[in-house]
């Protein structure tokens, strides 16, 4: 079975500072990678998503990520983050050899960014 | 796409009520799950269709709970005798199955309150 690990609870950062949210799973075969925000009083959106090929991916709104296979690893950045970025964020693995296409879902990152 | 829909948004009810949810997916997608988050967690994987097969069940959903998906259309979820550790948002994804990079889009979710 998967697991994933968000070690950001709550990040507080000034508009223009840079973000790194961190994403670290367990599972031992090939996995699809998968970040999705949540907007205050939105639903979930797919932020960007890996399934193979280059491992820096660019999402929408200036994010990306950059897929480390051997730290385990899918870290999200963007450069200079802006108020409108306040939301939550929540990483997500599922296993591509099995086939299962569940969602394993990290505890999420609260962002809050000041103006 | 009209995105995924789920009815009702908000649910209260007294414990030992039973409760139904439902979710429209996108036109065409034709892979439904249904998953459960609590305050301050990601949300955690319940069930999936594929059409109108049933083809999985987390340990977590207990005897109480249903889910049916007659046509391989719309969705219900259904959860018995009500306990106060149910409230939580139940949230509804759908996707297209047939290839490896298959990706879930979510709806706005129920909230119920178990009184």
């Known amino acids: 079975a998967q697991s994933v690990s968000q070690h950001n609870h709550h990040v507080i950062l000034s508009e223009a500072a840079s973000l790194e949210l961190g994403c670290n799973y367990s599972?031992?075969?090939?996995?699809?990678l998968f970040w999705y925000v949540q907007y205050p009083g939105q639903h979930l959106q797919l932020l960007l998503k890996?399934?193979?090929?280059?491992?820096l991916v660019k999402g929408i709104k200036g994010f990306e990520a950059e897929f480390i296979k051997s730290k385990f690893s899918f870290n999200l950045r963007k450069p200079s983050v802006q108020w409108s970025d306040t939301a939550e964020y929540f990483c997500a693995v599922n296993a591509k050899d099995t086939g299962r296409r569940a969602l394993t879902f990290g505890s999420g990152t609260r962002l809050q960014v000041q103006p | 796409d009209t995105g995924v829909s789920q009815n009702p948004r908000h649910k209260i009810t007294k414990r030992g009520q039973n409760v139904t949810f439902r979710c429209d997916p996108i036109?065409?997608?034709?892979?439904l799950y249904w998953y459960r988050q609590t305050l301050g967690q990601g949300p955690e994987f319940l069930t999936y269709?594929?059409?109108?097969?049933?083809?999985?069940k987390s340990r977590l959903l207990s005897d109480r709970f249903s889910a049916e998906r007659p046509k391989g259309s719309f969705s219900t979820l259904e959860i018995q005798r009500t306990e106060q550790g149910d409230s939580a948002m139940y949230l509804c994804a759908s996707s297209v199955t047939g290839t490896s990079r298959e990706t879930q889009y979510f709806g706005p979710g129920t909230r119920l309150l178990v009184l």
């Open positions: 599972y031992g075969g090939t996995v699809n």
């Open positions: 036109s065409e997608h034709n892979r």
């Open positions: 269709f594929q059409n109108e097969a049933q083809l999985e």
């Open positions: 890996y399934f193979s090929g280059d491992p």
